[in-house]
């Protein structure tokens, strides 16, 4: 089962950080836990990925818990732009690496 | 851009009709997904490809069938098409393997009239 959990929904004010949680606690230890998020009419879009360690790139950060039960993926700074649907996946190695979308978090970013 | 092509991005067709998506991945990578978006089911897997061979299969009825050519672009056709068949798909490619990420195409919607 590659389900993780995550919030319906999350409000921020632009400009300042946003922390959006994901619990996967039936992970296993080669699956790796992968970001996407979506914009409206869009299709979805690779934000971050990581296995055991915090993950830094240009667009956020990933932290992953030491027991890789659950990770955060963190936007420094919140931009209208940011407003989308944050989804966290843990990639199912043993069925080819597909990645199984959950609900996803739908954050609002206020100005 | 992600690199990703698919075509049409439109598509408007009747019920029980027949329909072909094509999906370009990007240059070099071996991986073909293809997804599955309505509003009432979110993002659905419906089936992934890896150099011409089938890796992986979600939630993809059997009206439904993909394949993936040695020049490794897509098709996923979809038969006897019904109302509840109208929704985004999505194809996504990557070079396969984990520790990898996806790019996604802009999807074809198709209406089932």
């Known amino acids: 089962d590659a389900k993780t959990t995550q919030p319906n929904s999350m409000e921020s004010n632009e400009e300042e950080p946003v922390h959006l949680p994901c619990n996967h606690s039936t992970i296993s230890g080669t699956d790796y836990i992968h970001w996407y998020r979506q914009l409206p009419s869009q299709g979805p879009e690779y934000v971050i990925h990581g296995l055991t360690s915090n993950v830094n790139n240009r667009m956020a950060s990933l932290a992953i818990a030491e027991d890789r039960k659950s990770s955060t993926l963190i936007l420094h700074r919140a931009t209208l732009r940011d407003a989308a649907v944050y989804y966290c996946?843990?990639?199912?190695?043993?069925?080819?690496?597909?990645?199984?979308f959950g609900g996803g978090t739908r954050l609002m970013v206020k100005p | 851009d992600s690199g990703v092509t698919q075509t049409p991005k439109h598509l408007i067709t009747a019920t029980g009709q027949r329909v072909t998506l094509r999906c370009s991945p990007r240059?070099?990578?071996?991986?073909v997904y293809w997804y599955q978006q309505s509003l009432d089911q979110g993002l659905q897997f419906l089936i992934q490809y890896y150099n011409g061979e089938e890796r992986a299969k979600g939630n993809i009825l059997e009206r439904f069938s993909a394949q993936q050519f040695p020049d490794l672009h897509s098709e996923l056709n979809l038969s006897s098409l019904e109302l509840g068949d109208s929704a985004l798909y999505f194809c996504a490619s990557s070079v396969g393997g984990s520790n990898t990420e996806a790019f996604f195409g802009q999807g074809t919607r198709l209406t089932v009239v």
């Open positions: 240059s070099g990578d071996l991986s």
């Open positions: 996946i843990r990639e199912n190695n043993n069925a080819g690496n597909m990645l199984t």
